[in-house]
């Protein structure tokens, strides 16, 4: 199916889930996550109108860049080793994956402003690698203040693969708690408005608890 269709299906979704809960679908920005499909793929999601792109790897993130370049707003949001950030610093727009002082350190010195990250948080405990335990998010982001390229924008979160409804939620109402709370600290540096959650199988779930950026693959472009 061509993107343009599968977008169409998808923002009748957003329309939906959005009219629930009495918010504006303007405000849900939608993340083609790219990192499954050719750069064909990749250019037709641009010319069906989107606007950001998601990559996982630094390698697909280069390859996609060299055709693409800054036509479309780059994303990084999968687990980034400090010494691959040079190879894409100067290539994104975001980067959904910031979980540890180390990596902080890195982006601030390699870029030459500040640069949009969420810090990912693992809101349910399950799966020890990716984010940062909740209890510990505040006071991360507390110690951001020596790095002033880091501009955190918001929090990130993976849910748990499950059917549980509402577990998925209660995994998206935690990080909007957690969001909020970060952002009534009014940190210069961290206005802390934006929430990434939602993927290919929860994206409506995350909608209806406050997303801001979805982040959608194999629901939108495929994954072959
Ligand atoms: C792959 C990936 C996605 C998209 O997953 P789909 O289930 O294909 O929509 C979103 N976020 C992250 C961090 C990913 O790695």
């Known amino acids: 199916?061509?993107?343009?269709?599968?977008?169409?299906m998808i923002n009748n979704q957003i329309i939906k889930a959005c009219s629930k809960v009495a918010r504006?679908?303007?405000?849900?920005?939608?993340?083609?996550?790219?990192?499954?499909?050719?750069?064909?793929?990749?250019?037709?999601?641009?010319?069906?109108?989107?606007?950001?792109?998601?990559?996982?790897r630094d390698s697909g993130l280069m390859e996609k860049w060299e055709v693409l370049k800054g036509e479309p707003q780059w994303h990084f949001i999968g687990t980034l080793q400090s010494r691959k950030v040079k190879n894409i610093i100067d290539k994104v727009s975001y980067i959904h994956s910031l979980d540890r002082l180390s990596l902080a350190?890195?982006?601030?010195?390699?870029?030459?402003?500040?640069?949009?990250?969420?810090?990912q948080v693992n809101v349910?405990?399950?799966?020890?690698?990716?984010?940062?335990?909740?209890q510990e998010v505040a006071g991360f982001i507390r110690n951001l203040e020596d790095y002033p390229n880091i501009k955190v924008v918001g929090l990130m979160t993976m849910a748990p693969h499950t059917d549980d409804e509402n577990f998925?939620?209660?995994c998206f109402r935690s990080l909007r708690e957690l969001q909020e709370h970060i952002?009534?600290?009014?940190?210069?540096?961290?206005p802390c408005t934006e929430l990434s959650m939602g993927m290919s199988n929860d994206y409506t779930i995350a909608?209806?608890?406050?997303?801001?950026?979805?982040?959608?693959?194999?629901?939108?472009?495929?994954n072959d």
């Open 105 to 119: 350190k890195e982006i601030h010195k390699r870029a030459d402003r500040p640069v949009s990250c969420f810090v």
């Open 1 to 8: 199916m061509k993107v343009a269709e599968k977008l169409e």
């Open 168 to 170: 998925l939620r209660k």
């Open 183 to 190: 952002h009534s600290m009014e940190l210069p540096y961290a």
């Open 24 to 56: 504006d679908p303007d405000e849900i920005n939608i993340v083609a996550v790219t990192k499954y499909v050719s750069i064909k793929r990749a250019e037709e999601a641009v010319q069906a109108g989107l606007i950001h792109l998601g990559e996982n």
């Open 207 to 222: 909608i209806e608890e406050g997303a801001t950026f979805i982040r959608i693959g194999s629901a939108l472009v495929g």
């Open 124 to 134: 349910s405990g399950e799966d020890s690698k990716h984010g940062m335990d909740p």
